[in-house]
Nanobody, 121 residues
Framework: QVQLVESGGGLVQAGGSLRLSCAAS????????MGWYRQAPGKQRELVAS???????NYADSVKGRFTISRDNAKNTVYLQMNSLKPEDTAVYYC???????????????WGQGTQVTVSS
């Protein structure tokens, strides 16, 4: 069994910063790509940023230059540093990870429970 536990969401004023964390635990053999998605009310879930096991990153155009994704492989943790936040960044943020479990040695995609980020104007 694998779990992803997110933390770090909250309420912040426009222009402020937040740092999200997502820790994976359980019968993990290897974590491949990890990423952050978000879903605003009435909208589809969208990719915010992703990072491979080799630390190659990818960002949505809307967050480039403001958000930074990173990971600590020793802690099985991915982070999302969010700066210069805007009201349109308000959403539930979800962690996602592509994980190879110990037994049987197969890859699965896991999701965290989500953490609310609210940016006030």
């Amino acid at each position: 069994q694998v779990q992803l536990v997110e933390s770090g969401g909250g309420l912040v004023q426009a222009g402020g910063s937040l740092r999200l964390s997502c820790a994976a635990s359980g019968s993990i053999f290897w974590i491949n790509a990890m990423g952050w998605y978000r879903q605003a009310p009435g909208k589809q879930r969208e990719l915010v940023a992703s990072i491979t096991s080799g630390s190659s990153t990818n960002y949505a155009d809307s967050v480039k230059g403001r958000f930074t994704i990173s990971r600590d492989n020793a802690k099985n943790t991915v982070y999302l540093q969010m700066n210069s936040l805007k009201p349109e960044d308000t959403a539930v943020y979800y962690c996602n990870a592509d994980i190879t479990i110990v037994a049987p040695p197969q890859k699965y995609y896991y999701w965290g429970q989500g953490t609310q980020v609210t940016v006030s104007s």
